[in-house]
């Protein structure tokens, strides 16, 4: 059967699906579907049922989704579809979004891991932040406190007297040169 499908993809690429691959089922009943459904193909339309079931390598069965049936004895029937029919269709259909859905649950899953590696990063950015503004607060603090201290204050205030005190000794060496110079 394998070699059926393979000629079957290979007459109508994207056009045929085995039936059985469309209809799921229990494992319990699998046997009865596989007797059901197994050796017929689903077609998009009836060019493609055709290739598939006048084939000479192909040979099965053939349902096209508006449920029209090509069987390699040379019948077809059509007209009104069978009720059947229209349930392959839904399954059909059914399928497609079902493989949908999990891509989109995969999408919705690796945005997810995204955002929380992101609020992981903001939170650590919180928390450096929080950090920094702590220490700068601490070290204005301490620069306040020496600022205000008596020790800072007769510093400046011997840096302030010894300052004034180098340029009256420059001032009085320029007077006594000048002196001298007269």
Do not use: W
């Amino acid at each position: 059967m394998d070699q059926r499908i393979s000629a079957a993809k290979q007459v109508a690429p994207g056009k045929v699906d085995l039936a059985l691959d469309l209809v799921g089922s229990d494992e319990d009943v699998s046997a009865a579907m596989a007797y059901v459904f197994g050796d017929t193909f689903i077609c998009a339309d009836k060019q493609a049922a055709q290739a598939v079931t006048f084939n000479k390598n192909i040979g099965v069965k053939s349902v096209t989704l508006e449920g029209d049936v090509y069987d390699p004895s040379g019948t077809l029937s059509g007209g009104a579809a069978p009720s059947s029919s229209g349930i392959l269709v839904k399954v059909q259909e059914l399928k497609a979004i079902e493989i949908d859905i999990q891509k989109h649950k995969s999408v919705v899953e690796e945005v997810s891991r995204e955002l929380a590696n992101a609020k992981k990063m903001i939170d650590a950015f919180r928390k450096d932040k929080r950090e920094l503004d702590i220490r700068e607060h601490e070290v204005k603090l301490l620069e306040e406190q020496v600022g205000g201290s008596n020790a800072t204050k007769v510093s400046c205030l011997i840096r302030l007297g010894s300052s004034k005190l180098i340029p009256d000794h420059r001032r009085g060496r320029s007077s006594s040169q000048d002196a001298g110079r007269s």
